[in-house]
């Protein structure tokens, strides 16, 4: 089974911050790579499919990278409603759809 | 506007059975692989089933099959999950998920959710 690794697994920023965030895969995917955004109480919400495309309506803050086996979801100016859970996934092993641990974005 | 709506959960003793609806709307239900996926209490996210438009297909993580069986009535634009045997650790908030695809293939992804069905398990 392919294993998604994100780091960190917490981060606090300030707002105005550009934050990084990475999801590593135990073995190629090829760009069949998700990003998903959780607030408290909320159900998941996807911001990028493919690695780097943005589904419509997402801020154009947001944006995502990567090929094979490392990815990143970078946010480039922290708004206040951005602080959240983010979970990487990957849909390359079907029908495996392994998700990431998760990475908790919190308000320095 | 596509909207998923769960129900079906609640508290159940440990070797208990419950079944999960998901209703849709606002989209072509019959068109479209489903997906639940759960999350126990202040953890992560976890993929639990799929099943394709027709409902032909079906995939389970390992860690609910043999107990848990996906289906959906595209009459009623309803997915299911009947879950059995179920134990404490299957105790989490079970989400509904529409795929983009027919069928479930590579670069798939969950553009929407339901709001969750809360399941718990203990005696």
């Known amino acids: 089974d392919i294993q998604m690794t994100q780091s960190p697994s917490s981060l606090s920023a300030s707002v105005g911050d550009r934050v990084t965030i990475t999801c590593r895969a135990s073995?190629?995917?090829?760009?069949?790579l998700n990003w998903y955004q959780q607030k408290p109480g909320k159900a998941p919400k996807l911001l990028i499919y493919?690695?780097?495309s943005l589904q419509s309506g997402v801020p154009s803050r947001f944006s995502g990278s990567g090929s094979g086996t490392d990815f990143t979801l970078s946010i480039s100016s922290l708004q206040p409603e951005d602080f959240a859970d983010y979970y990487c996934?990957?849909?390359?092993?079907?029908?495996?759809?392994?998700f990431g641990q998760g990475t908790k974005l919190e308000i320095k | 506007e596509v909207q998923l709506v769960e129900s079906g959960g609640g508290l159940v003793q440990p070797g208990g059975s419950l079944r999960l609806s998901c209703t849709g709307s606002?989209?072509?239900?019959?068109?479209?692989?489903m997906s639940w996926v759960r999350q126990a209490p202040g953890k992560g996210l976890e993929w639990v089933s799929t099943?394709?438009?027709?409902?032909?297909?079906?995939y389970s993580a390992d860690s609910v099959q043999g107990r848990f069986t996906i289906s959906r009535d595209n009459s009623k634009h309803t997915l299911y999950l009947q879950i059995n045997s179920l134990r404490a650790e299957d105790t989490a908030i079970y989400y509904c998920?529409?795929?983009?695809?027919?069928?479930?293939?590579?670069?798939?992804?969950?553009?929407?959710w339901g709001q969750g069905t809360l399941v718990t398990v203990s005696s």
């Open positions: 998920a529409k795929d983009i695809v027919r069928v479930p293939v590579a670069g798939d992804y969950f553009d929407y």
């Open positions: 606002g989209f072509t239900f019959k068109s479209y692989t």
């Open positions: 099943i394709s438009a027709s409902g032909d297909t079906t």
């Open positions: 073995q190629s995917i090829s760009n069949y």
């Open positions: 493919a690695a780097s």
């Open positions: 996934q990957q849909t390359y092993s079907i029908p495996l759809y392994t």
